[in-house]
T-cell receptor
Framework: GAGVSQSPRYKVAKRGQDVALRCDPI?????LFWYQQALGQGPEFLTY????????KSGLPSDRFFAERPEGSVSTLKIQRTQQEDSAVYLC???????????????FGPGTRLTVL | SQQGEEDPQALSIQEGENATMNCSYK?????LQWYRQNSGRGLVHLIL?????REKHSGRLRVTLDTSKKSSSLLITASRAADTASYFC????????????FGKGTKLTVNP
């Protein structure tokens, strides 16, 4: 079956523009995660959904970042009034299990590379 | 914040040699996972080791975990040019949410 898909793969935005990044998780996966990966760094957690509920948004760097998963499948990460420091690869991951269960393998999408000019 | 610290930051070896990467972390964990990332691509899950396990094998991969030292190692035997990638360890914190906390990664280059 299909893996996690993300679109667009590349996005160039002018400073101040709003962007929306889409994630299609693996069908049936309960959990969905967004991570931000700066150049040369490891991914850093942004936010986590279990079905449609956003259970953890502690990693969102500012109130310009907003994520939703209204029907418990597709998720959108929106960044308002983009800044140059927002330039990074945004990775989405999904996993089958819900909170509290072990062996939580997360399957990652290819990422969206955002460049803010 | 990044919990894991991989060591070395970069490693260059010849095809056929073994590659060893180390990871240290700070808090108690449920599991530790290793991921590979090829340039410009997403992360691929390699292996998961639970906190009550000490060693695990998968093909040419061998992972060890020492919870008393809060460290793990990934050994790739008989390396191939196709193993060239960045390798990350990731932990999920005991009693915490499912989010993974990644290290900065080791960039492995396998020369043909």
């Amino acid at each position: 079956g299909a893996g996690v898909s993300q679109s667009p793969r590349y996005k160039v935005a002018k400073r101040g523009q709003d962007v929306a990044l889409r994630c299609d998780p693996i069908s049936g996966h309960v959990s969905l995660f967004w991570y931000q990966q700066a150049l040369g760094q490891g991914p850093e957690f942004l936010t986590y959904f279990q079905n449609e509920a956003q259970l953890d948004k502690s990693g969102l760097p500012s109130d310009r970042f907003f994520a939703e998963r209204p029907e418990g499948s597709v998720s959108t990460l929106k960044i308002q009034r983009t800044q140059q420091e927002d330039s990074a690869v945004y990775l989405c991951a999904s996993s089958l299990t819900a909170t509290g269960l072990t062996d939580n393998e997360q399957f990652f999408g290819p990422g969206t590379r955002l460049t803010v000019l | 914040s990044q919990q894991g610290e991989e060591d070395p930051q970069a490693l260059s070896i010849q095809e056929g040699e073994n590659a060893t990467m180390n990871c240290s972390y700070k808090t108690s964990i449920n599991n530790l996972q290793w991921y590979r990332q090829n340039s410009g691509r997403g992360l691929v899950h390699l292996i998961l080791i639970r906190s009550n396990e000490r060693e695990k094998h998968s093909g040419r991969l061998r992972v060890t975990l020492d919870t008393s030292k809060k460290s793990s190692s990934l050994l790739i035997t008989a390396s191939r040019a196709a193993d060239t990638a960045s390798y990350f360890c990731a932990t999920d914190r005991q009693g915490g949410s499912e989010k993974l906390v990644f290290g900065k990664g080791t960039k492995l280059t396998v020369n043909p």
